[in-house]
């Protein structure tokens, strides 16, 4: 059977599936793109792209091969050689919400056919693979997994915005639940990437997603403590980490900034955690203090501002706050878990007028009670005081900087006399 002849179902079209699915498209596959938002599909079906790393032109291209269909309906698929599960896995009350996950198996159940392939990419805790997916695809297909049909996983690594290292260009871990399910998990993903790298049962590959984000959720914590600390102490933590980074070997370079967020440092983590909590009765001693650590620092922001206004004889009820930067990482839209919006909400509680400036954000996913509006020397004029927060490359670095506004500047790209460091 040829690519072309080969059906892919990547369920959630949204910053993991959807760059899976072009690329599918373009290694000759036929792929259907299942996504609950209904407003997504629609802005899929018009070639509009709302994924950073996909331009409205790849789709349209897409769309006009006849080899993409954007659909909100499972009824939709008929049979598939693949399927891939892409979609969001929160945390609720600080636990693992897994129920789109179960949805997802539970509606592609039914459409098992003997050799198809099924793949797991959303994060989650060793063991979700193999003790929650495959039985309900059994449940729901009367067939068994690793004999009737293969079922592997395969975290997706997808870091927006990337222009070195995309979907192409990252090496791809891939497990199977059994030997031949992995080869054809691996066979699946090869025509895709450049390297792939197996691992013996989907449980290392599970927990090689969560070592990979717990291993920078950490480190950051301790540059975001460190800058706290080193700010009370009247010493420039920023020049002391590139100080820090001409050294050869032993030390990784990680900054400070007002939080953690997207997908996966605020989440990760946590699965982690909590397995290692339910499974053995003990604390994840590092991935707590970390978790302590990044959800505060946009406490911390606040008091900066708080101390910027006092400064100028103000209180923070009534003044208006510029926030300059909404998304969690810089060239992306996207806002998932940002630290801008506890930041949003602390200002809120103390009865601060907000404005914020990100064009790449999308209107359906700003936050409420948040003006919009196009970055100017009179747009920031006319903050009593602004913060920095995601520095897109568009941002005018010296238009910020020379502002006669006072702003706190928590990624060190700023020197006007007139901004602070975190």
Request: hydrophobic share 40%; with cysteine; charged share 20%.
């Given at each position: 059977m040829t690519k072309m002849q080969q059906t892919v179902v990547v369920v959630g079209q949204g910053y993991v599936g959807l760059p899976l699915a072009m690329r599918a498209v373009a290694q000759g596959y036929r792929v259907i793109g299942v996504d609950l938002d209904v407003s997504r599909i629609e802005s899929l079906k018009a070639g509009t792209s709302y994924v950073d790393d996909i331009s409205h032109e790849e789709l349209a291209s897409a769309l006009n091969s006849g080899s993409y269909v954007p659909t909100t309906?499972?009824?939709?698929?008929?049979?598939?050689?693949?399927?891939v599960i892409t979609v969001p896995t929160p945390l609720r009350e600080s636990l693992p919400d897994l129920s789109f996950i179960e949805s997802s198996a539970a509606s592609l159940a039914p459409l098992l056919k003997l050799g198809c392939v099924v793949v797991l990419e959303s994060t989650t805790y060793p063991g979700t693979t193999e003790e929650l997916l495959v039985p309900?695809?059994?449940?729901?297909?009367?067939?068994?997994?690793?004999?009737?049909?293969?079922?592997?996983?395969?975290?997706?690594?997808?870091?927006?915005?990337?222009k070195v290292w995309g979907f192409?260009?990252?090496?791809?871990?891939?497990?199977?639940?059994?030997?031949?399910?992995?080869?054809?998990?691996?066979?699946?993903?090869?025509?895709?990437?450049?390297?792939?790298?197996?691992?013996?049962?989907?449980?290392?590959?599970?927990?090689?997603?969560?070592?990979?984000?717990?291993?920078?959720?950490?480190?950051?914590?301790?540059?975001?403590?460190?800058?706290?600390?080193?700010?009370?102490?009247?010493?420039?933590?920023?020049?002391?980490?590139?100080?820090?980074?001409?050294?050869?070997?032993?030390?990784?370079?990680?900054?400070?900034?007002?939080?953690?967020?997207?997908?996966?440092?605020?989440?990760?983590?946590?699965y982690l955690s909590w397995q290692v909590r339910r499974k053995l009765g003990v604390n994840f001693r590092f991935v707590e203090l970390a978790n302590d650590v990044n959800d505060h620092m946009p406490d911390y922001v606040v008091q900066r501002l708080m101390v910027m206004l006092n400064n100028q004889g103000k209180s923070m009820r009534g003044s208006r706050v510029a926030l300059v930067g909404l998304s969690y990482k810089k060239n992306t839209g996207d806002i998932r878990e940002s630290p801008s919006l506890r930041i949003i909400e602390i200002l809120r509680e103390y009865g601060a007028e907000l404005v914020a400036f990100d064009e790449r954000v999308e209107d359906a996913r700003w936050p409420k009670g948040v003006e919009k509006a196009a970055l100017s020397h009179e747009s920031l004029a006319g903050a009593d005081v602004a913060v920095l927060i995601t520095d897109h490359d568009e941002f005018d670095l010296a238009l910020i900087g020379d502002s006669v506004t006072p702003i706190l500047d928590t990624k060190n790209r700023l020197s006007g006399k007139n901004s602070e460091r975190l």
């Open positions: 309906s499972y009824s939709d698929i008929g049979s598939f050689d693949v399927a309900i695809l059994e449940k729901g297909s009367g067939l068994v997994g690793g004999v009737d049909f293969h079922v592997g996983y395969s975290p997706e690594r997808i870091d927006p915005g990337n192409v260009e990252t090496p791809k871990v891939v497990s199977g639940i059994t030997a031949e399910s992995l080869v054809h998990v691996k066979g699946f993903y090869d025509n895709l990437v450049n390297q792939t790298v197996p691992v013996s049962t989907p449980k290392e590959a599970e927990l090689t997603k969560l070592l990979e984000n717990t291993f920078r959720h950490v480190n950051i914590a301790l540059v975001n403590e460190l800058a706290i600390y080193a700010h009370q102490l009247g010493v420039n933590v920023w020049e002391s980490i590139e100080a820090a980074s001409t050294k050869p070997f032993g030390f990784m370079k990680f900054t400070p900034g007002p939080g953690v967020g997207g997908h996966c440092l605020p989440v990760d983590p946590s």
